[in-house]
């Protein structure tokens, strides 16, 4: 077996012990003699491992009891549209914090809606900063404040959660998990799986239960949370090997000790590496310092020239994955929980050496 240094921005890293826990369970899952994608989502197996699922998240991210935990499929994307249809009324308005590619299109989805106002722009410096909160233009009566906490293409990251008494809700796919949250101060968190949870076909929202009677009359049962909370995600069908490995995944994440011990152990992962960055004038970074993100660093080379040999010579060094966005250009590495340390340490030194032999 050869397992690469995996950098992708999603679907990312999962932990070789869950890859190991899949291998050994693919013909008998629980001494049921079945695989998992094989039993009903209804027996008494896979109820367990919902619930199991569902405590598991909410004991590592201290959800309070007066929220949801949903698992829908869709990805972020169709939350992106769940969110107006089920928090506006038609007319309505809704606040969008623009930081990043994800966040324009929420807020392009959601003017499908609704009244989609964005209330901050960042695309004027190509998203490589957070505009000032004090800035904001937000609107008198919006029904929520959308934003995105870890924007993944440009590598930038709130560190701090925006005020104001309208309901927040947080795309945080790519932040999810890797570091403790005040879960109290959203309305609605969502992250699709596939950076930070697990495969991707699997969705998480939690969302805070008063909420759940906003939805929209006209709305599809599948498109509507409340469906969801109802029937503890088996409004349908759920994707259950997907929810499955998520399960596998929030286990390992308990057994490293939780978000605490992920948050500091992400953070020394992404400070060596912008530290690296920063101490080199071959590599460099643009965004703002009290706004990157600690799990996409992204990097461009100052001869763009050598891109394909510096990418072509990763790949040849077992670290792959690394080529940035093509809205950004140059490098990205992601560095999910699942990646780790070692692998970032690996990053460091081929970035030095390749430096030393072309720089
Ligand atoms: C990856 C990503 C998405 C898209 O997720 P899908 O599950 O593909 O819909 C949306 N928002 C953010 C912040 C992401 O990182």
Redesign the pocket.
Known sequence: MSRVYNFSA?PAALPLEVLEQIKNDIFDWQGTGMSVMEVSHRGKEFVELAARAEANLRKLLGVPGDYSVLFPQG????QMAMTPMNLSAPGETADYVVTGS?GKKAAGEAAIFCNANIVADASDKNFTYIPDESTWKRSENAAYLHY?P???IAGVEFHFVPGGDVPLVA?M??TILSRPIDVSRFGVIYA?A??NIGP?GI?LVIVRNELLGRARADNPHLLTWKSYADSDSMTNTPPTFAWYVADLVLQWLLNQGGVEAMGKVNLRKASKLYAAIDNSSFYSNPVAKDCRSWMNVPFVLADAGLDARFLQESKAAGLTNLKGHRSVGGMRASIYNAVSEEAVDALIAFMAEFERTNG
């Open positions: 999603g990805g972020a994307t169709l994800w995105t870890n924007e993944t795309d796919s790519s699709g596939q950076k991707a969705t």
